[in-house]
């Protein structure tokens, strides 16, 4: 045992060891690891102060986890709203996804363009029940209703 972990106790130990094999697969944020741990039966209470130990030695952060998250979201097409909602889901609200998008997609209005664009192509002419349908997809991704009426005249789509 090393002299750090000599004074925790054995529970805390097995904790560390289990948030560092999750944390080695992927970022987690602190609400998905008390989770987790807290599912496999270990007291709140050493759950949250090897977190704390954790996020102080750099192991885990929430920023780092948001932005992993987040980017992987942007690259699959989903809008601000959804980012916002799944963060805040995750335990994690306070995130610039303004900045985010910009380094992945330009903008939030580029992104949508793209993700329209590749789901539906550049059809001008709709009925009105496809336009709906397009709208709803859009929307359902996490795009603004006033985002998706700019894509629409930016596009000149009418129905």
């Known amino acids: 045992m090393d002299g750090q972990q000599a004074g925790l106790h054995p529970q805390r ?9 999750l944390l080695a697969a992927r970022e987690h944020s602190q609400k998905e690891l008390v989770t987790k741990l807290l599912a496999k039966g270990w007291a709140k209470d050493d759950i949250l ?5 954790l996020a102080q030695q750099g192991w885990q952060c ?3 986890y948001a932005e992993s998250y987040a980017r992987s979201r942007i690259n699959k097409g989903y809008g601000p709203l959804m980012l ?9 609200g306070d995130v610039n996804l303004d900045d985010l998008v910009r380094t ?10 793209q ?6 192509g550049r059809d001008a002419c709709l009925d009105r029940q496809e336009w709906a349908k397009r709208s709803r997809f859009l929307l359902q991704r996490g795009f603004t209703g006033t985002m998706v009426s700019a894509l629409f005249n930016h596009l000149n789509i009418k129905f």
């Open 84 to 92: 916002a909602y799944e963060l805040r889901q995750k335990g994690v």
């Open 62 to 64: 929430d920023l780092r």
């Open 13 to 21: 130990i097995k904790i560390k060891a289990t948030c560092l094999r």
């Open 104 to 113: 992945i997609a330009g903008s939030w209005q580029n992104l949508l363009e």
């Open 49 to 53: 102060a090897v977190i704390e130990e």
């Open 115 to 120: 993700v329209y664009s590749k789901k539906f």
